[in-house]
């Protein structure tokens, strides 16, 4: 409790509704696992480098289906993981040397958790933001970037990596660019095809690799279709499906097979976050690579014993039971009663909203743009101050040591997924109050940082 007469709405909080976790599907999966002395002791011993073979090959199953790439993807091309953030690390333990390896390229607003990521690999002061449009990352900015880190680069005689031995299974990129580029967190936009082919054009001219989450694909619905019908295919290829096939693909003449996309792939927005399991998908040789980062070659892989109950939700059918029947439904629910009221209460005020003429949504989150002079920080400040709303200013979401003066100060997130149906549209109610108030004292001449006190906005993630 806070003092508060209103109770506490967190909009900014990015995790699944909890009564919609599938406990009786784990319980299931859990006790014929368990119950089974082979399968038992398989998810209980250390388990091979690149995990739990049949868990692979359910994956590989299951994402061809979704994704219905040219071809049907070898479960070769999968490691298990444990989970997308630990795997992002992996990545850059293997595949990227803190010298050689010029800079972090980032879409930019992005998922700011990632950051510190990318800085404990030793790249502080080298994250770099890509500002994106209505067709996802901005490639001539990306690309005039690019051009002027390898003339710096070729400057400081930086031409062989410094740090990271070379190993047959590994190799170190030049460059590591950064993206969630379906349903994004946080601005919740789709890349387009074109921009995705061209990015991995770029990818390859440069050496970088594109490392993508892929972590909201399945969580989609249609806009404002009551009940929204079930999607079980995906509005784009990924990234990683473009390098596999693109221009001769990963394994074209003059490649060196490690290719320039991977694919993080997480049961936790699907299934559950404490699960702490996902997947890599790449080229052959690139998943081989990864498999060999040393906190796997010391402990073996990831999640093991988790990797054996997915395994059992995928091969039962249950996990995509659960998705379709129950997370696309349901999400997509609190998305339309959440969008419906911005549209009528917000946008009147001066709202936008990224790409409005979609008409496939998902993900966890609404991005939305302020009508100046209104600044996201101080709202976010007064949303909580007045209406005991937590939201996330834009602020957030820079690229950190990379934000520009002004970016997305005017940009706020909100997460329709955590909160229950019944408050979602109260909600929208304070928020709008909030907007309302600082408005009118701006007609009125006065000062907005005058209605805020300056404390923190509360760090609602774990609350």
């Known amino acids: 409790m806070n003092g508060h007469s209103k109770a506490l709405i967190n909009l900014l909080k990015g995790w699944p509704n909890a009564g919609l976790l599938p ?15 082979d399968l038992s002791s398989e998810g209980l011993l250390y388990g091979p480098l690149l995990g739990n073979k049949s868990l692979r090959v359910e994956l590989a199953a299951w994402l061809t289906r979704f994704y219905k790439p040219e071809r049907s993807i070898e479960w070769e ?8 953030s630990q795997n992002l690390a992996c990545i850059l333990q293997v595949f990227s040397d803190p010298v050689f390896t010029r800079n ?20 502080i002061g080298r994250l770099k933001g890509v500002p994106e449009d209505n067709d996802g990352i901005d490639i001539e900015y ?44 946080p601005s919740s936009t789709t890349m387009s095809l074109e921009r995705r082919q061209q990015l991995v054009a770029v990818a390859r001219e440069y050496d970088a690799l594109v490392v993508t989450d892929d972590v909201y694909d399945q969580l989609q619905w249609t806009i404002s279709s009551s009940p929204s019908p079930t999607l079980k295919e ?35 927005k699907i299934v559950a976050p404490g699960c702490r399991a996902g997947w890599a998908e790449g080229s052959e040789m690139f998943v081989a690579g990864l498999s060999n980062a040393g906190s796997t070659n010391s402990g073996s892989a990831p999640s093991q014993l988790t990797a054996s109950f997915m395994t059992e939700l995928l091969a039962s059918g249950e996990l995509e039971n659960h998705l379709y029947m129950t997370l696309q439904p349901s999400y997509a629910r609190r998305y339309n009663i959440m969008i419906d009221a911005i549209k009528e209460i917000l946008v009147p005020l001066g709202i936008t909203l990224p790409q409005s003429e979609r008409t496939v949504v998902g993900g966890y989150f609404i991005w939305m743009s302020l009508p100046t002079p209104l600044k996201a920080d101080d709202l976010a400040i ?37 909160v229950e149906e019944d408050i979602i549209r109260e909600s929208i ?22 209605l805020v006190s300056r404390r923190k906005v509360v760090d609602a993630r774990y609350q």
């Open 23 to 37: 406990k009786a599907q784990l319980r299931t999966a859990t006790a014929k696992v368990l119950s089974d002395p």
């Open 77 to 84: 091309r999968i490691c298990i993981s444990g989970g997308a």
């Open 104 to 123: 972090i390229w980032m879409v930019s607003p992005t998922y700011f958790l990632a950051c510190r990521v990318f800085e404990d690999s030793g790249f």
């Open 142 to 185: 990306l690309r005039k970037g690019l051009e002027q880190s390898e003339r710096d680069a070729k400057s400081n005689g930086n031409s062989k990596p410094m740090l990271k031995p070379q190993r047959a299974w590994n190799k170190v990129y030049r460059h590591i660019i950064y993206a969630v580029p379906t349903f994004a967190n």
């Open 234 to 268: 995906a509005v784009q290829p990924r990234v990683v499906d473009i390098d596999r096939f693109y221009q001769g693909g990963a394994e074209r003449a003059g490649a060196d097979g490690f290719g320039n996309a991977v694919s993080n792939g997480s049961f936790s």
């Open 382 to 418: 007064y949303a909580q101050q007045e209406e005991n709303l937590v939201i996330a200013p834009g602020s957030l979401f820079g690229v950190a040591g990379d934000m520009k003066d002004g970016e997305l100060e005017r940009e706020v997130r909100v997460c329709f997924a955590s």
């Open 429 to 450: 109610e304070r928020l709008g109050r909030a907007i309302s108030r600082m408005q009118d004292a701006v007609a009125h001449g006065q000062e907005v940082s005058s």
